[in-house]
C-alpha cells in the first residue's frame, strides 16, 4: 500500500488514490483501473515500463485493470485525409496488433487477469444525436486550452474539427466502464480529466487520474518514444536490449535506475551513490536488471556475454589493427567484400569467407556485414575490417 | 431575369447568380433554390417579406423552392441543458409549427410548388463514424472565426462543444437536396458558406449564397425580430399592421419602401421623392400597400378607415381639447374614472359613462383605458382625457 502511493508523477486530485485504495480495502471492492491503448502504435518500449510495473502492483494488491482497445477510432482512420501516418485499419490489423500489444504487456502484468474491452461496443451504437448530446456536456473554450489545440491555432496550423471530439471519446470510456482510476503519460493528463468531467456530468465519482513520468531515450534528452526512434523496445532482443541500455548517456543513469529497474531500494541507494565513480559497472546492472526482467536471468547473462565480446573486448583489440595499403593489393577499383577477405587471407577459399561473412563473422568499420558481395568503397580514406575473433585490418585507400 | 438580380444584399460569388440562371435558361432544368426553417421559430415579420418576395420571383421563373425544416435538431434541443428557449420539440409541435410556417409563406409563394423537406431524414441514420467523418471535412480555426463563436469566446462566454457542428449540420443538408443556391439572412453567411465548402469537398458545384437585407423593426434602429418586440408579423390583423406601419419612424420610409412594398419602380421613385414633404400620406400608401400583399385590397381600405377614426381623427380634435382645473371639480384626491366622466358631464349616469370605458370609448393620456375603476393620478401636471367621439378634456392638476 505504501509502495502504490510511490513514483507517480501526478495524483489528480491529490489525496484520492489513497482514499480509494483504503475505501476497497474496507468495502473488498476491487478498484477499475483504466489503461488506454491505440492499436495504431502497438509496439511498447522502456517507456512504457514504468506504467506496467505501477499496473503490476495494483494487480498485486486485487484491483481490476481494463484494457481499453481503442479500435472505433483506429478503423476510421483520419477523416480528413491529412494525416497519413493514421490509415485505417481493418478489424484484422486490430485483433493482430491488440495481440501483439497484450503479449507485451505480459511480460509485466499478469494478462489472464486483464479484462480487455473494444471502444467499438459502446461507439458503433452511438448516432448523431447521441453525438451531439455528448459534445453539449463539454465546454469548446476549455477543450481548446488543450497544449495541442492551442498551439495549433496559435500558429494558424490545421486542426480538422473530428479532432477535438476524441478526448470526449476517451472520457466516454471511462463512464461505460465506470473506471475508478485511469493511469497514462503525462501527455494523456488533459484526455483524462475529460473522462473525469464527464463522469460526473453523468453521476458518476470522478475517476483518480495518474501521470508516469517520462523516460527520456537513447539520445539522452528527448522523451522515449517511436517515432523518434531513441527506444529501446519491450521485445527487443536480449543482446540488443542490453547493448542499448549500454549506450545511453552517463548522466541518465539516476533516471534509469530509479524508473525501470526493480533493484531494491537499498541497492538503488547503494547504484545512486556510485554512478559518477563507476558508470560501466552501474550501466551494466541496469541493463542486466533490466534484461532479466524482459527476457530471463539466462539470457541477461548471456547479453553481457556478448556485449563483451562483441564490443568491449572490440576496444582492447583496436590497438591491434594491421594496416594495409588497397593499392598494394593490386585488385583495381570494383572489389566485394568476400574477394578482399580471401587477399587478405582470412580464409582460403571464397566459399568459405562466404559462409563467415553470412554468419555474422565480419564487421565493417563497427557495423556487422551479411552481404559477402558487398561493394568495398575505395573512395574513403580508411576502413575498419574485423573478421572473425582473431583478423583486425586497417586498409588504407591513397 | 433582370429583376431577381437585384434587391440582393451579398450575391457570393457575385457572378454565379447570372450565370446559373443563364445555365438553367439554356438546359431548361430548373435550379434548386433551398430555404432553410428553424421549426423552433415559426412565427414569420415583415422583415422575412423580404426574402419571401424574392424566391416569388424564382417561382415564377419556374425554379423549384426546397423548404428544409430542421426537425432533426429541433427533436434534441439543447443537449446541454443551458439554453432554455430551446426546448426539445415533439413530432407534433415540429408539425403544427411547420404547417404555421407554411401557412405565412403562402401569403407570397406557391406553396403546392414548395417541396417541403425534413433533415431527419438524412441525420436520423447518421452514426458517430459519419459525425466525425462529415466534422473531419472542416477546419476548426476557420469554424471558430464565425462571428458569434469568435466573440464568445474572446468574452470567455461558455459554448458547448456542440455547437459548432450545426452549421456543419446545415451545410450538409445543402449537399443532400443538391442545392444551386440558398437564400437567408446575412446573419445565415457563415453558415452557407459551410454548405459551399462541404458541397465542394464532395465533388459538388458549389451553391451560390444569397443574403437578402435586413428591414430594421418598429422601434428605428434594430433589426426587425420577434425577440425584440419590434416587429410585424405577416399574420397580424389588417388593423394592427395598418397601425404598426404608421407608426414607425419617417426616416424608415425609404427602406420600406424599397424592400417590402410590391409599387412599380416609378410609383416608388415618385414615393422617395415625396418622403420628407408628406411623410404621413407616404406612410399611408406603404401600410395600405402591405396590407393589400398580406391580406386584400378591401382589407387595406378598412384597415385605414379604421386607422383614421382611432387615431387620426383624435389628432385632429386634439386643438380641440378643453382646459378643466382638476381643483374647481371639488372632487378631492381619490378619484376614479368613470365619476370624472359623470362630474364632465359625458354621460348622465354612472352607468352609462361604465358602459362607454368598458366599451374602448375612453383614451387617457392617448392610451385606451377600460377600467371604469381606473384611479386617476393627481400628481402630474396634466392628463388628456377623450371620451367617445366629442368629448375632449385636458384636465390640469395644481
Known sequence: MEEILKGIEIILPEDSLKEKLEESQKTGKPLVVKLGFDPTAPDLHLGHLITLKKLREFQDLGHEIVLIVGD??????????????????????????????????????????VRVQKNSAWFKKMDLADTLQLMGQYNLGRMLTRDDFANRLKSDSPIAMHEIV??????????????DIEIGGTDQLFNMQVGRHLQEANG??????????????L??????????????GLTDEPNDMFGKVMSIPDDLLPEYINLVTNFKKEE???????????????????????VTQLHSEEDAKKAEEYFQNQFQNKDDASKEYKDVNFASLGLGDEVILVDLLVVLNVRESKSAARQLIESGGVQVDGEKVTDPVMKIETGKSEMLIRAGKLNFFRIIFD
Open 268 to 290: 538503488k541507494d547503494q547504484m545512486l551513490a556510485q554512478v559518477t565513480s563507476q558508470p560501466l559497472e552501474t550501466k551494466k546492472m541496469i541493463a542486466a536488471n533490466i
Open 166 to 179: 476524441y478526448p470526449l471519446l476517451q472520457g466516454h470510456d471511462s463512464l461505460k466502464i465506470e473506471a
Open 72 to 113: 472505433f477510432t483506429a478503423q476510421i482512420g483520419d477523416p480528413s485525409g491529412k494525416n497519413k501516418t493514421r490509415p485505417p485499419l481493418n478489424k484484422q490489423e486490430i485483433k493482430a496488433n491488440a495481440k501483439t500489444y497484450i503479449k507485451q504487456l505480459g511480460k509485466v502484468i499478469d494478462v489472464r487477469k
Open 219 to 232: 539520445d539522452g534528452t528527448k522523451k522515449m518514444s517511436k517515432s523518434l526512434g531513441n527506444y529501446i
Open 204 to 217: 458518476q465519482k470522478a475517476q483518480t487520474v495518474l501521470c508516469m513520468p517520462l523516460l527520456r531515450g
